[in-house]
C-alpha cells in the first residue's frame, strides 16, 4: 500500500502557540507547512523554504492550494479567520478557546452544519493518551460520582485572554466530554486576584452541577504554586486520576464503601498506554478526517459547548 498523500496545510499565527504547531508539522509524515501568515517579521525564520509566508491572512485562506487551515491567533480573531476558512471549502482546526464570544461560536457551528464542512477545535488534552484511556476506562465502572479537577502554573500572564479563558477551555472541555451533557448550573467563584508585575493573578473555582446532581469542581489559575493538570474521576468503588505532571499519568484505584471515597490498602493500578504526544494526534486526527473528507463536527459542536458554560461562569463573576 502506497503511503497517502501529503497534504498541504497553511497556519495562521506564529506566537507562544503557533510556534508549536510549526515544530510538530515538521515532525509529522504525511503533513507539510505550505503557507504561514504572520505579521511577525522574523517569521520567515521558523519555517521552511518551501513554506510561503505571508502578512495577510485572508491571501493564505484564498490561496487555492491548502488541504487544511490551522488558526492559533488570539480568540479574539478565531471566528472571522475560521469562517473564511470554511467559505473557501477548507477544513479547519481551531487553537482553544474556538471564540471567547457565544453568539460567534454558535455562528460557526451553523455555517460549519450549512456548508458540509470539517471542523476541529484543539482543546488538546482530549487527545492526550491517558485522558483518552481514562474516558475509555469509565465506561466500564458505571455513572460518575463527582469529578475534581485543576489546571494552571505561575503564568502565563496573557493580554488577550484572562485566566477564565485560557485555562478554562481544557477543564471544561474534559468534563463536557466525559459527562457527555451540559450543566444545568454553572458557579464561579474568585478565590484570590492578585497582581504581579507580569499583569493580574487569579485563582477561579467553577462548580458544574448536571441534571443527576453529579458535581464537577474546576480549579483553574495562573498564580499556582506549581503547574498543575489533573483530572479526578469518582466511581462507586474507583477512581481514576489523570495527572500530566506525574509520571504515571493514569492511576486507577479502589474505594471503599465510605461515603469519604477513602481509598483502599490495596496499591493504584497504573495503567499502561502509548507515549504519543497529544498535539501530534490532533493533527494526525485532522489529517485522517481531510483524507476521508468527513464533515464530522462534533468536536466543534463541543467547542461551542465549552464556550457557553465559560460564558455563564463570566456572567457568575460578575464581569
Known amino acids: 500500500m502506497s503511503p497517502p498523500r501529503t497534504l498541504n496545510i497553511g497556519l495562521i499565527g506564529a506566537g507562544r502557540w503557533g510556534r508549536v504547531y510549526i515544530d510538530t508539522l515538521a515532525r509529522l509524515d ?31 485562506v484564498q490561496a487555492g492550494d491548502l488541504d487544511g487551515v490551522i488558526v492559533a491567533t488570539p480568540p479574539a480573531l478565531h471566528a472571522d479567520m ?27 457551528l451553523a455555517l460549519a452544519e450549512a456548508a458540509g464542512a470539517f471542523a476541529m477545535v ?7 493518551p491517558a485522558y483518552r484511556a481514562l474516558k475509555r476506562r469509565a465506561l466500564m465502572l458505571g455513572g460518575i460520582q463527582s469529578i475534581r479537577s485543576a489546571g494552571g502554573n505561575r503564568g502565563p500572564f496573557r493580554g488577550d485572554a484572562d485566566v477564565l479563558w485560557d485555562w478554562g477551555p481544557h477543564d471544561v472541555a474534559m468534563v463536557l466530554d466525559l459527562v457527555g451533557e451540559m450543566p444545568v448550573n454553572v458557579a464561579a467563584e474568585r478565590v484570590k486576584r ?18 443527576d446532581g453529579l458535581q464537577a469542581m474546576v480549579r483553574i489559575g495562573n498564580i499556582l504554586d506549581q503547574k498543575t493538570r489533573y483530572l479526578a474521576a469518582h466511581f462507586t468503588r474507583h477512581l481514576l486520576i489523570y495527572d500530566d505532571t506525574d509520571a504515571a499519568k493514569l492511576v486507577e484505584e479502589r474505594l471503599t464503601d465510605s461515603p469519604r471515597c477513602i481509598v483502599e490498602e490495596e496499591p493504584p493500578k497504573y495503567m499502561a498506554m502509548d507515549h504519543e504526544l497529544p498535539l501530534d494526534r490532533c493533527l494526525l486526527d485532522f489529517a485522517d478526517g481531510i483524507r476521508a473528507g468527513s464533515r464530522d463536527l462534533s468536536g466543534l459542536r463541543l467547542g461551542v459547548r465549552v464556550v457557553e458554560v465559560l460564558t455563564r461562569a463570566q456572567e457568575a463573576l460578575g464581569r
Open 82 to 108: 475560521a469562517r473564511a476558512a470554511m467559505r473557501a471549502g477548507l477544513p479547519v482546526l481551531v487553537e482553544k478557546p474556538l471564540t471567547a464570544d457565544l453568539k460567534q461560536a454558535r455562528a460557526l
Open 194 to 211: 492578585r497582581r504581579t508585575k507580569q499583569g493580574t493573578g487569579e485563582i477561579l473555582d467553577l462548580t458544574l452541577t448536571f441534571a
Open 30 to 60: 504525511g503533513l507539510r507547512l505550505a503557507r504561514l501568515a504572520s505579521r511577525n517579521p522574523d517569521s520567515r525564520a521558523l519555517v521552511g523554504a518551501d513554506c510561503a509566508v505571508t502578512r495577510s491572512w485572508r491571501a493564505l
Open 122 to 128: 484543539d482543546h488538546v488534552h482530549l487527545f492526550h
